[in-house]
């Protein structure tokens, strides 16, 4: 056993150490004259494991099989919860399509357990455990996606000439593709050193973009706190505070069991081109906003009774929405600087300190983001921040703005879409 290493070194060409150990493997198979069925000795597999790069979680035995499990479960109920929301909102015809993406986000973290729960079983199903690796870090970044876009309509909901402007736009499309483009370099750069045998000077060139990528998501998570921040440091410009903002008004709570009625968004659409006419189809839309817009004497009489309906029985706010946007995107925020700080040490297997131990990432990639989505679900986010559907052109034109109904029997489709009030 003790001759092992140099045969290995001398047939792989001196490759660097922790390379390769996807095809260390069958190499160290055949060193040894193993059939198939047999099973490589332990002492050779400690060895081979101690001289892999430290993992966040590092590498599972037998342990992490019940935690695993655990929150493998856990986000498959979060999934669950996300998926009626969003359903019991399309019933509504309240579409929020980011619920979908909790959703899916919570489908990749659990997938992601699950992998780990076989991985844990066989530490040489090497492809398993790559794949669960990956797995594991990509919710991060979409989380941390998820966020901003929240972080996007607070602006919006501040600014909404400026935050529906093509610039800014582009802008945020643009930081989501370099986002993409950093994904698929973390994906790459940690997973070749597993699959292939590397020079030192390649090795390490591989572990350096994964450092700088790490560093780029801690950046990442924090910006949607940045985002909001700047949305209250820069002042709503002239015309923000002149346009003509078109908000879901018939949202009347945030409270977690609370469903806006069937039908409400397009009644809703047609109470507001009642009232602005052509002027709708320049209007911003944006998230809540409050009451001040729907307060005035010559609004429709159904605006007027809702709007007393609403200030009569609940407080609608955003100071939460904020909170809610800061300490999510800060939990994230946390694990991915673990993950960062780790990834410096530059330590393996047999080296690694207390960061690596599994029961750090179960805490942050598994309670803490667990936490976040039950946050999610119970702060209400696909009310808070739902932004209505853009107002269609031929409702535009077919609806004479001069002729304000009293009732909802004087509007078309009145039947189909019950009042409001």
């Given at each position: 056993?003790?001759?092992?290493?140099?045969?290995?070194?001398?047939?792989?060409?001196?490759?660097?150490k922790g390379t390769g150990i996807v095809k260390l493997v069958g190499i160290a198979k055949n060193a040894l004259h193993l059939q198939s069925n047999q099973q490589i000795p332990d002492a050779l597999i400690l060895y081979l494991k101690d001289q892999q790069q430290s993992q966040f979680g590092s590498y599972p035995d037998h342990k992490d099989v019940a935690p695993?499990?655990?929150?493998?479960?856990?986000?498959?109920?979060?999934?669950?919860?996300?998926?009626?929301?969003?359903?019991?909102?399309?019933?509504?015809?309240?579409?929020?399509?980011?619920?979908?993406?909790?959703?899916?986000?919570?489908?990749?973290?659990?997938?992601?357990?699950?992998?780990?729960?076989?991985?844990?079983?066989?530490?040489?199903?090497?492809?398993?455990?790559?794949?669960?690796?990956?797995?594991?870090?990509?919710?991060?970044?979409?989380?941390?996606?998820?966020?901003?876009?929240?972080?996007?309509?607070?602006?919006?909901?501040?600014?909404?000439v400026g935050g529906n402007q093509r610039f800014f736009q582009i802008a945020m499309m643009t930081i989501y593709s370099i986002v993409v483009a950093v994904v698929i370099m973390t994906i790459v750069a940690g997973v070749v050193p597993y699959l292939y045998f590397l020079s030192q000077s390649h090795y390490d060139m591989c572990r350096n973009v994964v450092k700088v990528t790490s560093v780029l998501i801690c950046f990442y998570s924090l910006l949607a706190i940045l985002l909001v921040l700047s949305?209250?440091?820069?002042?709503?410009?002239?015309?923000?505070?002149k346009a003509t903002v078109f908000q879901p008004f018939w949202i009347t709570s945030f409270a977690p069991t609370y469903y806006a009625p069937r039908g409400a968004a397009e009644e809703g659409q047609y109470l507001f081109v009642q009232r602005h006419g052509e002027l709708s189809k320049y209007s911003e839309r944006t998230i809540l906003k409050g009451g001040d817009?729907?307060?005035?004497?010559?609004?429709?009489?159904?605006?007027?009774?809702?709007?007393?309906q609403r200030e009569a029985k609940y407080s609608i706010k955003h100071n939460n929405s904020i909170l809610l946007v800061a300490l999510t995107s800060a939990c994230v925020f946390i694990g991915a600087i673990f993950r960062c700080v780790l990834l410096f040490f530059d330590t393996t297997y047999a080296t690694q300190g207390w960061l690596a131990k599994p029961v750090v990432m179960y805490m942050l990639w598994g309670f803490l983001e667990a936490v976040v989505n039950?946050?999610?679900?119970?702060?209400r986010v696909d009310l808070r921040f739902y932004r209505p559907d853009k107002i269609p052109d031929k409702l535009i034109t077919a609806t004479d703005s001069t002729v304000v109904p009293n009732s909802s029997e004087d509007k078309p489709g009145a039947q189909a879409s019950p009042s409001l009030v």
């Open positions: 056993m003790s001759s092992l290493p140099s045969l290995i070194n001398s047939l792989t060409n001196n490759a660097a695993s499990s655990v929150f493998t479960a856990v986000f498959f109920l979060l999934m669950l919860g996300h998926l009626f929301v969003f359903i019991k909102n399309k019933t509504r015809g309240h579409w929020f399509p980011l619920s979908l993406g909790f959703a899916a986000y919570c489908l990749i973290r659990l997938l992601g357990f699950a992998l780990r729960i076989a991985w844990a079983k066989d530490i040489l199903r090497l492809h398993t455990g790559i794949a669960s690796e990956v797995l594991l870090v990509l919710p991060t970044v979409f989380l941390a996606s998820l966020n901003l876009v929240l972080a996007q309509r607070l602006f919006t909901w501040r600014h909404p949305a209250f440091l820069i002042p709503p410009s002239s015309r923000d505070r817009l729907y307060s005035m004497a010559d609004e429709p009489s159904q605006l007027n009774q809702f709007e007393a039950l946050l999610y679900l119970f702060g």
